[in-house]
């Protein structure tokens, strides 16, 4: 569901807190999005404050994930290749590591 973008570390903590029912001073990244999906803010708690850390894509919109329930998860790399820009969906994510054969 696509945020309020005037909102800042208290209304995003609030929602965080009101909707999601999570603890926005736990350490997870949270990530807002614009309804265009061209802006997105991420907070975190980093262990003395809040961070707050926008972005706004110049062409194009955030591949945004799906979710059920209100709330996902994503990997690391899902969440910067997001952050990036980049449609994190057409991403071959490989179950074991990949050893190279000598030929």
């Known amino acids: 569901m696509p945020c309020d973008m005037r909102k800042g570390f208290d209304?995003?903590?609030?929602?965080?807190?009101?909707?999601?029912?999570?603890?926005?001073?736990?350490?997870?990244?949270?990530?807002?999005?614009s309804k265009r999906a061209d802006r997105l803010k991420a907070l975190v708690w980093d262990g003395s404050g809040l961070c707050l850390y926008a972005k706004r894509l110049e062409h194009g919109r955030f591949v945004w994930p799906r979710a059920s329930e209100g709330a996902l998860r994503l990997s690391p790399a899902q969440l910067a290749m997001l952050i990036e820009g980049l449609d994190w969906k057409r991403a071959i994510v490989h179950s074991e590591p990949v050893v190279p054969t000598l030929v």
């Open 11 to 33: 209304g995003l903590a609030a929602q965080v807190s009101q909707i999601l029912r999570l603890d926005p001073f736990s350490g997870t990244v949270f990530l807002f999005r």
